[in-house]
């Protein structure tokens, strides 16, 4: 029987007047690679949120390996989508990762070998070993969310958290970063949540994937749920999916 | 109080300061439509170095003011964008300015009664030779801007489409960046390097809240510059307070109290994501 | 030329520029890493006004530019990110500022001389007991700084992630900003209102273009800050000119060389990678 790590029973959610999830259930597993997807504004970022403790929902339950969302729970380990960063920035590559070590503890760093072995190793993993000590604003997209990524693990999370990842990077790098993270989680049998609006660079890496749309979710393999008819009933507006050379569209969404 | 009006100093006032906050409301309008206030703030510190290195080079300060904003005026105009991001730079460049400001006033006076009359405004003791200049700058600027006035406004509003159908967008870039450093010059006279914020944008952004017609907005601005300098300057002989602390205080009121108000009584149209970072 | 340093002034102007540029070093780094050299700017505008109504009340400058910076400073912590857009407000907030400071200096006798003072900086002038209450303010603050360092820096870097991991960035926020204030009202006595930012953000700047690693960086800012300050008093104390002319000449003019010899800097590094 697979382990429940995350478990949402009829999760509302409101800011201000504004109704963002209504009526979630979902069950994920342990070790599941699972790829959100739905329009801008659907509450794809929100949920993850939710799941941080960083958003409390109006009702409903949510349990993450079998307790409420809280916030610095090291179990959990989070990338937000990089940002642009100023090129000045006097912050090096190992410095970033170095916050996923002991950012939220008071005080000062001071310099130790076991320190400097877990980011070497976190950057070795995310194969970034090499741009260590290079200032972060020069940097690419890519590279930065390597970086975010080795944060993320730093504190050997049972699940990882990734707000869209891809975005803004080309189809090579973000094939690579599809590449990195499954092969991380794999290996380290973590539950992955990745936010995309694209699902083809994942079709070959995601377990099951969860639509979101119009308040609502939907939730299975992706051939189930990326159909014409799911779609159109979860954004309760005709959606039309074609399937063609081993890919996935979708049209209408936007509207 | 009507009496005060036959001395001269209080008649140069008024005429100089009628003509300065025209200029200055209409100018202002079309800086707060190009969002340069940064800029037209960073003219006004060096204002400040020109006025006093112009005392010690035994200029009068309004040359000297002159001198200096439109040079670094046309600066601005030539780097345009480059600079606008680089507000550290910019500050580093200023604060430069400033330092060096503050050393020919210490070359020129060993007391401070020249630097206040500089950063607080001097209004009430313009010179024959300032007044005539002021008029003749001005008349200038204004036939200027009349001239330029509908291509100004269509590249300022869209400045691409505005490129397509031909206008010279760099070159009005230049020449109304020199109107500025002019105009801020002549509004240092009035107020000081330090509170030509208030003179220079606070009618021309609260007008532009109350109308989107640009001729309309440009109306209202000079009516609002017109009422805040008049009104300053009647309450400052009054009370026999600085002019400039008026003027000043009597724009910004009026602009927090109609923007910000403003804000909060319509309705947003844009309703912002949910997870918006709120961190400072 | 050394004997000058004999006078107690000029120790006590060396001894307080000290603690300042220690603190304005740390506090302009984190300012420039969370975006927010405007809210530098706007504290000093708004310690005007403060300084001036102190001056007017016959109290200290200091305490009116304590008292003013550290309410605005919550201030501006609290209301967020919301008014980093807003220049027009800000500086229409600020230009009152400095005209209720203008009024306030004018209702006192002597103002032209305040006015200069408190503008432009009066270090040469700073008493025995204006050193002490210095020294004291830079400590605390130091500490705190020691402190929150690396919480402050990671939701400096990313805020989503830090208050993820259980950093109270809000607290935080509004916490360094009261930093801020002390450290611009601390500041003010060596350069004045308008200059603040040639010892608060220049050093930092400077040292951030040259050094990658944000202790070293934070280190070189405060060695740079020490150096423009004492180099000024000195040569302001033989001359006669005024100190914060001379911070302010040094602080730009090393910026500006290390803006122009950076970028080949930058590549001698890439190719020895």
Partial sequence: MQKLVIDLQQVQLTLGNRTILNDITISIYEGEFIAILGPNGAGKSTLLKLLLGLYKSTSGKIQILGKSPRKGNNEIGYAPQHRTLEADLALRARDVVGFGLDGNKWGISLPNNHRNNAINNALKEVDMLYLADMPVGKLSGGEQQRLLIAQALLTNPRILLLDEPLSNLDIAHAQAIVTLVTKIARSRNITVLLVTHDINPLLSSVDRVLYMANTHSAIGKPEEVITSKQLSQLYDSPIEVITTKGRIFVIGEEI | MLELFNHQFIQYAFIAGTLISIICAIVGYFVVLRSQAFAAESLSCVGFTGATGAAVFGLSSLVGTFFFTISVALGFGVFGKRIRDRDIEVGMVLSFALGLGVLFLKLYTSNATEAVGILFGSILSVTTNDLYLSLFTEAVAFIVLVIIFRPLLFASIDPEVAEARGVPITLLGIIFMVLVGITIAEAILVVGVLLVFALLIAPAATAQHMSNRPVTGIIISVVLGLLFTWGGMLLGLFFHVPVSFFIASLAALAYLVTVPLHHFITPHFYNPQPHQDNEI | ?273
């Fill in chain 3, 1 to 273: 030329m050394f004997d000058v340093l004999q006078y107690s002034f000029i120790q006590n102007a060396f001894i307080a520029s000290f603690f300042v540029a220690i603190i304005a070093a740390i506090v302009g780094y984190f300012l420039l890493i969370r975006g927010l050299t405007f809210a530098g700017h706007a504290l000093s505008h708004i310690g005007f006004a403060g300084a001036a109504g102190a001056v007017l009340l016959g109290v200290d400058p200091v305490v009116g530019l304590l008292v003013f910076t550290i309410i605005a400073g919550i201030g501006i912590g609290m209301l967020g990110r919301v008014l980093k857009e807003r220049d027009v407000t800000i500086g229409i907030f600020l230009t009152l500022a400095l005209a209720l400071g203008i009024l306030f200096l004018f209702l006192y006798k002597g103002y032209a001389e305040q006015a200069y003072s408190i503008l432009f900086g009066t270090i040469l002038g700073i008493s025995a007991l204006n050193v002490i209450i210095t020294a004291l303010f830079s400590i605390v603050t130091f500490g705190i700084l020691l402190f929150l360092f690396r919480p402050l820096l990671f939701s400096s870097f990313d805020p989503e992630v830090a208050e993820a991991r259980g950093v109270p960035i809000k607290v935080l926020s509004v916490l360094f900003l009261v930093l801020v204030a002390i450290t611009v009202s601390m500041s003010v006595q060596v350069v004045g209102v308008l200059l603040i930012f040639t010892l608060l953000v220049g050093p930092a700047a400077t040292s951030m273009r040259l050094v990658k690693n944000p202790y070293l960086a934070i280190g070189v800012a405060i060695i740079l800050g020490i150096l423009y300050s004492w180099v000024g008093i000195f040569i302001a104390a033989q001359t006669n000119l005024p100190v914060s002319f001379f911070i302010a000449t040094l602080s730009f003019g090393t910026y500006l060389f290390v803006r122009l010899v950076e970028p080949s800097v930058y590549r001698i590094q890439k190719y020895n990678a």
